[in-house]
Structure formats: C-alpha cells, structure tokens
C-alpha cells in the first residue's frame, strides 16, 4: 500500500463547476495535511493546510480532513481555466515515527478545466 | 513573504563537472530541504537540515554533497553526475521539522550530458 495515494485523474471539468480532488494516507498518526498545486513547468505552490478534523475554507478552496477514515481532500468551487494544473497530497511524518519531519506527496492528479 | 530563490535557474552540465546549487530564504525558517523531481513524478525527498544540521539523508549517492553555510542559504554540490541524474531540483524551507508548511523555490533544471 502506498503511503499517500490519490485518486489517479486526470480530472475534466466544465469552468464554473466544482472539482473534487481526494487522498488517502497510511499512517494513522500524521497530523498534518497539505495540499500543493504545481503548473507545468514550476514548482509546488502551497496552497491549503489542515490540521484537524472538519472542514477549512480559503476562498474558492475548501479542505476537508476525516483522520478517522485517514482521508483528505480539497474541493476548488467555481472552477476556472486558470486552476488546471497538477494537485499534490501531501502528509507530514508523525512525530515519533521514521517518517518524522518528512513530507510525503501523493502522485498528483490533473486537473484541466475547460472552457 | 514566503519567498525561496534559486540559482541557476538552468544547468547544463557533463560527468565529469563540478557545481554548485544555491538556495536562499530570509522567512527566519530554521529547516530547509532538498528535492529531486523527474517529469510526471511527485518530489522526492533528498536531505532535510534543521537547524543548520543535516536531520535527514535518504540514502542519496555521495555524488551529491549537500552544505548549509548558515540558517539562511543552503548549497548542492554536484560532482560526477550520471544522465539519469537530470531531472528539476528543488529547495524548500518551513519554520521547523514540525511544521510541515513547506515552501518551494523555483526550481534549477539540470540537465547531465
């Protein structure tokens, strides 16, 4: 099993409408959840975290974390051409573990948006 | 500001060179990072320092050399570098190991011939 594993994509949706982008992590104790998005050609830009349960809006982008089901995911409403680029799940280590201090990414899942 | 530069932006280099790769923040983060992209590929995690010490080395050969010179610049020395070893390189800083809010730099192309 993957340590991070995201839904495979690559997503198509018509502008304006909501993208739903999903994650699952393996290890339990992870506290921390991003989400990066990265345009081709450039690097990760971080563009939401979450550390709780619950959801964690940021203009048209909304987290939500479930720590019991071990489950991310961001949903971008209003979707725009300008938003298709590659999302990355990311998860910090847990404190503690071997993986303390490293980030761990998903492979990614494209996002295009069409007008 | 959550900035983090880069230099060079592109690197061309054959196998039997020698160079450096710089990276600078002035955010006050106390943990900086190296990482390897390959096209299509998420990052991959190459050395981690905290605190201007190297916290973690995921086994990457010796032909990388990493150097914090202080809390602010972090350096990847290359040396005898393979084709395979072409790939986007990437720096990243965050107040500590704890807070995993990592922010990227631009990014240095290097390309091995």
């Known amino acids: 099993q993957k340590e991070v594993e995201q839904n495979s994509g690559p997503l198509s949706v018509p502008e304006g409408a909501i993208a739903s982008l999903n994650c699952t992590y393996s290890?339990?104790?992870?506290?921390?959840f991003f989400w990066y998005r990265q345009y081709s050609g450039k690097s990760p830009e971080l563009i939401m975290s979450?550390?709780?349960?619950g959801d964690k809006e940021d203009g048209r982008f909304t987290a939500q974390l479930n720590k019991a089901s071990q489950y991310v995911s961001l949903l971008i409403r209003d979707s725009q051409p300008s938003d298709s680029a590659t999302y990355l799940c990311a998860v910090l280590g847990s404190a503690g573990g071997t993986s303390y201090g490293k980030l761990t990414f998903g492979q990614g899942t494209i996002l295009t948006v069409h007008p | 500001d959550t900035e983090v530069t880069q230099t060079p932006k592109h690197l061309v280099m054959g196998m039997t060179n020698k160079k450096s790769l710089k990276c600078e923040q002035h955010m006050g983060h106390r943990a900086m990072y190296w990482y390897k992209q390959k096209a299509k590929k998420p990052p991959e995690l190459m050395f981690v320092?905290?605190?201007?010490?190297?916290?973690i080395n995921e086994s990457v050969p010796s032909r990388f050399s990493p150097e914090c010179p202080n809390s602010s610049l972090l350096n990847l020395h290359l040396h005898a570098l393979q084709p395979e070893d072409s790939a986007l390189y990437l720096c990243?800083?965050?107040?500590?190991?704890?807070?995993?809010?990592?922010?990227f730099g631009p990014g240095t192309r290097l390309t091995v011939t």
């Open positions: 990243a800083s965050s107040q500590g190991l704890a807070k995993g809010e990592q922010y």
């Open positions: 979450i550390y709780s349960n």
């Open positions: 320092y905290s605190y201007e010490k190297l916290s």
């Open positions: 290890d339990r104790g992870s506290q921390s």
